[in-house]
């Protein structure tokens, strides 16, 4: 065995991949591993014009590609773990969608969490694209929804694993009701 998937290319999905003339010289997208999950995007910036992101700003970086998703397809626009942990790079609007039908240009918007000045330069890796299949549902008007055990809880309702002997009764009971003897 080799611990490579096996994958035919029958069952991949293509994606078209123009590049816009400010991205020549760069390589596609690619995945970097067997495994990986996302394909990385580079940053399509003049070799002369890197941007310098200070603590808390944000700024929008070109790729230099039009995709070509298939209907029923999206792609997603997300961080890269080293980027983020290293130095605080982060995708704003994360993930971001891009639908099958939008034929501009992928931009990355990232921002800059970290406590030192970071600068993006033409070539570096600033994201990970991953593609989804997408399903399109029709919304029924109800009346009323059907209740379930978490009802409207949200927002750390459910809690955050750390009362380990909590009974699921004692969860159910709403704030300030009083239990029977």
Do not use: W
């Amino acid at each position: 065995m080799t611990g490579k998937s096996p994958r035919r290319q029958a069952e991949q999905p293509t994606v078209g991949a123009a590049r816009l003339p400010h991205a020549r010289g760069l390589a596609l997208p690619r995945y970097e591993s067997d495994g990986a999950a996302g394909m990385d995007l580079i940053a399509a910036l003049a070799v002369a014009q890197p941007v310098r992101l200070a603590p808390g700003q944000r700024a929008l970086i070109p790729t230099g590609l039009v995709l070509e998703l298939p209907a029923g397809f999206e792609a997603q626009v997300r961080p890269r773990s080293g980027l983020a942990l290293r130095h605080g790079i982060t995708v704003l609007n994360s993930p971001g969608t891009i639908d099958c039908d939008y034929r501009g240009e992928v931009q990355v918007l990232i921002c800059n969490l970290g406590q030192q000045a970071v600068t993006i330069e033409r070539g570096q890796r600033i994201a990970q694209l991953i593609f989804q299949r997408v399903e399109r549902v029709r919304l029924l008007p109800i009346a009323r929804p059907s209740p379930t055990r978490r009802g409207a809880g949200g927002f750390g309702s459910t809690g955050t694993g750390r009362a380990a002997n909590k009974s699921p009764a004692a969860g159910s009971r709403k704030r300030g009701a009083k239990s029977s003897p």
